[in-house]
């Protein structure tokens, strides 16, 4: 039995388009899986970015730190990194070292408390206003080290400030405990003195 050209055309046109169609579904869920692919990346890509830069910056404030312990030869008591900052004293050698790290540039203060006075904090605050309260932002926060030869002029060691890129992080708790830790070793010092 011999099927005619008609039928075997509506046969092929059949199988084919079976086929056009699988391959439009195949083709579908491919593209949908692209697109979903790219959506993904170009959301994670750019957290990505940020957090390498910013790791890369805090390497390279933890080198610093690391070569002037060496060089210095120093061992923190008590040290504490948050944000772009990091703070630490040695309480036996009566240094404290703090540092900044802002676009790739360490700045770093290594203050000896020997010739420290006095240590306070300095707070900048406004009130903000909105319908029936009353806040009060902080704006800057400083520890402010004042030292035994009055020509020298005072260091303020930033601990926040509302116009850099790091949110507010129990900065004020944080510089309290600091301000206490240097009292303690500056008081040592004026015991010491006395005894001598």
Not at 29 to 48: D, E, G, H
Not at 78 to 99: A, Q, R, T, V
Not at 128 to 155: A, M
């Amino acid at each position: 039995m011999e099927i005619s050209p008609c039928h075997k055309l509506t046969f092929l046109s059949g199988d084919v388009i079976s086929k056009w169609n699988n391959l439009k579904k195949y083709t579908m869920n491919v593209s949908m899986l692209l697109v979903s692919a790219l959506l993904v990346l170009c959301t994670i890509i750019p957290f990505v970015i940020l957090n390498k830069s910013g790791k890369g910056d805090l390497k390279l404030m933890s080198k610093e730190i690391k070569n002037i312990m060496v060089q210095t030869k120093l061992k923190f008591d008590l040290k504490e990194s948050w944000g772009n900052s990091f703070i630490g004293l040695d309480s036996n050698n009566k240094k404290l070292i703090f540092s900044k790290v802002f676009d790739g540039v360490v700045a770093l203060e290594n203050i000896d408390l020997n010739e420290v006075s006095n240590v306070k904090i300095v707070k900048k605050t406004y009130e903000l206003r909105s319908k029936n309260k009353k806040e009060t932002v902080l704006e800057k926060l400083d520890l402010e080290i004042g030292f035994l030869d009055h020509d020298k002029p005072t260091k303020a060691l930033n601990f926040y400030d509302i116009n850099s890129i790091y949110m507010e992080d129990y900065e004020l708790v944080r510089a309290e405990k600091w301000n206490t830790a240097i009292t303690g070793v500056l008081k040592t010092n004026i015991k010491r003195d006395q005894v001598a």
